[in-house]
């Protein structure tokens, strides 16, 4: 049957068994900003029947906080007119939280201006979007932050340093003996030298300090805020002596080491790309030093 060929109580009726079979939580408000319609998700959402929510306001159904957001928003539609989407996130009745967006749009019926509304859902976008995020800015055999992450925080602890008139330290670390682990033991094992040799360093290092992976063996820290340099030089000798323990790889006893490289922002380099040149200078010297020690940027 088409709704135009039915009685206006029929299709009145069928219309509101549609809308209340949408999962959206739907509403209706008039200028005074009082509802004058909803559906059942959206008596679900609020946690009271419908007749409890006609020809209440917003301040007689939330708290005060929460019910100036809403009224404002609202106020701000009908001056404005046409339509409105903005993200909340909002408790329901039943206590769990989802994160939404309000579509609300107001129109005119029999002379008088009224506003529908919708909210939909989005949690579940945003937590792929944050998964994503997560997957972009951290490498995910180490946990390491990843290379795109090293030069926004890179970028980001020079302009501050710029400001606080402070330094930053960039420690480029390269594993001494990588290679022939893979080579004996096989790239699984590989992996897990580079998984131990992460949470070694991770353990030397401060929680605010950024440890990044820069590709293959070798990882970067950037150290914030420095007021102290030489206090780098001794975190420099600690993390080398922690590398060069044995670890246990396939239940093998397998040494490794580490040479490192290290600049600090704004002596050895105007800007991150700058810095990360000299620091990777520093520890090829290393290497050239006969590996398992540190070499300062000229």
Known sequence: MNIEQGDGAEASGLIQAIINALPVPIFVKDSKGLYVYCNRPFENFVGRKVQEIVGKGVFDLWDHDLAKVYFDADN???ESGGEQQYEAKVKYADGTIHEVMFHKAVFTSMGERYMAGAIL????????ERELERLALTDILTGAASRYHLCATLEKACKMADRQNRSVGLMCIDLDGFKAINDTYGHFAGD???VQAAARIRRC?????TLARLGGDEFVIVFEGLE???SIFRLAESILECLSEKMELQGNP???GASIGIAFYPDHGADPQALLRRADRAL?????AGKGCYRLAE
């Open 284 to 288: 090829y010297e290393s290497k050239q």
């Open 76 to 78: 701000r539609l009908f």
């Open 121 to 128: 859902d989005i949690s579940a976008r945003k937590l792929a």
């Open 254 to 256: 397998v040494g490794m």
């Open 192 to 194: 897990e030298a580079l």
């Open 205 to 209: 290092i401060r929680e605010s300090d």
């Open 228 to 230: 102290r340099k030489e």
